[in-house]
């Protein structure tokens, strides 16, 4: 069975850190490109970060480039977004995905190019 599960969410005031990690079973994420996406009430999923340990560096949305990275553990089967400087925009559900597109390539963002998904881990930024 494929199961994907989110921890590491909370509350953080601005300019905090978190990080987030989604455990995987069932697969390895290394075979295909994986990724991080975030959705706020009422605005639609968007792409944070994804990544494809084939050898290709990690791809980010513009809003967050120099703030978040994101790893992988590949020993434990872990998927990582370290967050940094945060900021109130950052607020909303954070939700792994994987068995994503080719070595993640132009349609990394896309939601539909992912077969599994997380539920989802809470990020509340204050001001």
């Known amino acids: 069975q494929v199961q994907l599960v989110e921890s590491g969410g909370g509350s953080v005031e601005t300019g905090g850190s978190l990080r987030l990690s989604c455990a995987a079973s069932g697969f390895t994420y290394s075979t295909r490109c994986a990724g991080w996406f975030r959705q706020a009430p009422g605005k639609e999923r968007e792409g944070v970060a994804a990544?494809?340990?084939?050898?290709?560096?990690?791809v980010y949305a513009d809003s967050v480039k120099g703030r978040f990275s994101i790893f992988q553990d590949n020993a434990k089967n872990i998927l990582y977004l370290q967050m940094n400087s945060l900021k109130p925009d950052d607020t909303a559900m954070y939700y792994c995905?994987?068995?994503?597109?080719?070595?993640?390539?132009?349609?990394?963002?896309?939601?539909?190019?992912?077969?599994?998904w997380g539920l989802g881990t809470q990020v509340t930024v204050s001001s």
């Open positions: 990544i494809w340990s084939g050898g290709d560096s990690p």
């Open positions: 995905a994987a068995v994503g597109p080719w070595r993640c390539g132009n349609w990394w963002s896309e939601v539909s190019t992912y077969v599994n």
